[in-house]
């Protein structure tokens, strides 16, 4: 193989092979240093540059020792494939979504017991999995932002090897999966990026560390570092695409943005030895450029996330107003993104002091994802507490079938598709004890009226463990998993209900959604009052007995629909 | 007239008119505070925020005793105009620009002196002039990139009454006129506006000091004050357009730019008053998006700088490689930006160390704005010394012809259209001796090989006297007016020779480009040798005896194309 090392600035590059000599590479006028070797899968090397303490390598795909071990070689040819039928995700093509943490998904917090799960979400209906970032952190109990190694693999996981038998299995039932990748920061912890070149400039800020170069000198080799990261994890570990976490959060305004450049190289990189990608971006923008063509000066992505539908959603079940639910006033706001797709379209916002967003109807509904919940709208809560424990069972049942019965292309988030009641709070473990008290400092800080019960400590193995997900076997749990059955099969069963491609006609009144769609009409009574049924017939309802729990107060209404319900009439 | 004042964190800010007793303004909700006032023109005021020291006004329209003192009312009633049969500039129709510093264009240095020169440069055909800024400088000695108070019109070139006169006078002669503005930074002395309110970030740098705040909080209001200021001067003292400085520097990743604002906002409210605006970008991006529609994800200029030509042309002259220069190769990137536009479209800039530009080939090149020259090629060289001292005759009128007979606007810098040798260096009037001492400081050490000869000191009022036009009326004079007003008055007279409508077949060799188009051929020779002459007859060349000077070394080759010269075949 070719081995090469950006480090411009550096004059003599050494590879220091466990075992063996070290190996002066080869400076080219390029920056780049390079080698032809012939490492087994595995070996630890180190990189020296300029004589100076050895160092991880940049582009290192594994490091099996944590985040300040060596790297170690990863030969793609010792991996079994068995899905060669596998066709790849068809970003035109109705998806369902489902986000999972490797660490807590299951006790075992490896890509081999999360193998375990696949078939169960395979039957619920899934179609491909978004896994929170794997790249190589410190220790092994993080979210997976704090990575330091874009082209690794988390070795607690499972390492490379792990995520190939995972995608190989996941792709064996049908499921196509998805990377949640980072390109707006690196973590704070064993990052030597800067060791090596302008990776780093100090003209921007993130609210996470120092901005990534993606426009200044040296910046044509920061952009192929991350292109190529995307593709070896393409070609070599068969991903099918990529979530960019926060991309409203890369300053770039080089005339090709970075962004535009990702995902047209990408795209057709993967074309270009037959796989094809699915590319979402994460944005708290309303960006109408974000899915615009790149030939149109757009960014090209396939996705983007649609936070405006899930806070109206949420202060449409539960009324509350703190930070950011303070620009959303549920139910009517909810119908907005309907027709809208976001609810802040260039108007004033309160919360971001400035007016925020832009008209982008004329793009699908299904090219937003949509979810009642998310990682991060439970995790950035000071205790991580789910919806599940602050509204009742029928406004949670209403909270599936509003994301699940919209033309957006829904997520789910690990647990909510039987009602997990664990939270999911924020947890690390860098080595650095000052590094770790000052997140929980931070943390503590950010909220400051939670004084009648104890932030959970970040940096406690217990906060990780908190989180795992673990069934109980209850009726509320049946109840709930039929209903997510349910919903998808209806999804899938009947795309007149929910397709992107069909016109529909939105009417919100005093909390009250009534969607027309076809010969359909979806009601979703968003209040806590029995409402008279239009005409038609119901033939389905999030009240039916088959979705109430033993135990919860919960009734069929005979004459109108029940308060906090989701109703399909014809 | 209603007066308001945007200072959101302010309690109370009272109105101190000169000889009034000190009025409070009312406090609004949207952090407006205003006032019904009856001011008469010239009389002066300050404000007071929460009781603190007096300050002028942000959008103050006049310091009639600069910087530092007092703002004046401005009652745009007492201004007469003659222009009611001026129908503005039209951005389709073929433009002449001239590029005018009001204090050096002539030794009065103000609007009303340089009012003498206008029938002369219509008589040139010159369609609109285009004066470096005016807004309020320190001192009286600026380029006018230091001004701080974007609404205001320099006192000591006559203020705002003096602008009015020029304006009226230029239109008399049908004489459009633009003015530079400058909303990447304010200067570095007088500026109140941190005191008012969130104009400025830290989010972000400009090379000149803090960068404006077009997408933090506040930043609706931030957006108005500038595009406000635009539309005062459009509807107030009859302003035809701007040209906006430097907007690469303007770092603003909103949804919505700024700049995209700026141009929909002023373009239809000019337009709902009966006026038209020609915008123009200066930027160095080579960015498409500048010109492309705001309806597409553009920023909706009419026209945008294009340096690229201005670089290729100097070094196909001079073979200048330093700094910026080091990016270009002459003549065959000459050639290039007449089919291209730029040279640079996306390939990699040694002086940028990244890819640079993008393809803009299906904008028309009329809308780029070309020159051999302007205030800031002249200006940012260590003696300001202009291209006339840098190269032979033939070649000066060489430069002339390559821009007017290009297929892009072209736009003369003050004094060009007859060969004036004296130079444009850079010169500051701050109060501050300190400020002044480090500018003066500053610029010497960006000159570090200039030891041969000292930079003319910016703070010495002769280094500014050094600038003002002085014609000598020698034959090199005569002989270079001749040859622009000829230059000109053919690409009126014979649009089809220039227009960018017309599909034009360039090829360049051994530095020699010939330029078909239509039934015409131009040959531009950036060679010091005689070059055989294509098929056809000679029309027109810059090597014609009418545009020979006595005394230079001049000859008309009978037999082939003299060495750097234009010549138009048919």
Known sequence: MEFSVWAPGTSAVDLLVDGAEPRRLVHQASGYHIASID???GQRYRLRLDGGAPLADPRSRWQPDGTLGPSAFVDPTVWTWTDEDWSGLDSSAPQ?????????????????????????????GITAVEIMPVSQFSGGRNWGYDG???WSVQNTYGGPDGLARFVDAA?????????????????????VLPDFGTYFTDRYATPWGPALNFDGPGSDDVRRYFIDSAIAFVQDLHIDGFRLDAV??????????????????????????GRSVLLIAETAA???RTLRPTSEAGCGFDMQWNDDFHHALRVALTGEQQEYYKDFDGASDLAKTLVDRFVYTGQYSENHQRSHGARVGHHNADRFVVFSTNHDHIGNRAEGDRLDVSVGFAQRKLAAAAVLLSPFTPMLFMGEEYGEIRPFPFFVSHHSVELVDAIRQRRTLEFPDQDWSPVPDPGDPATMASAVLRTTGSSREAALGALYRDLIALRRGQPALTSSAIDEEVRETDGVIEVRKGASTIVFNFTGRTIPAPPGQVVWSTSDVDYGAAGEDEEIVERGLSPWSATILR
């Open 286 to 288: 309303n960006d109408e």
């Open 96 to 124: 369902v979504l489902y986000e999972l943490h490797i660490g807590t998904f299951t006790a075992g917090g490896t890509f081999d017991t999360a193998i375990v799960e696949l078939p169960r979400l395979a039957t619920l």
């Open 39 to 41: 490492p087994d899968h």
């Open 171 to 191: 792709h064996a039932v049908g499921i196509g999966v998805l990377l949640d990748v980072v390109y707006n920061h690196l973590g704070p912890e064993g990052n």
């Open 248 to 273: 409203h959060a890369i300053v770039d305004p080089s005339v090709r943005p970075f962004l535009a450049q990702y995902t047209d190289e990408v795209s057709a990189t993967a074309r270009s030895f």
């Open 148 to 150: 330091v190694f874009p």
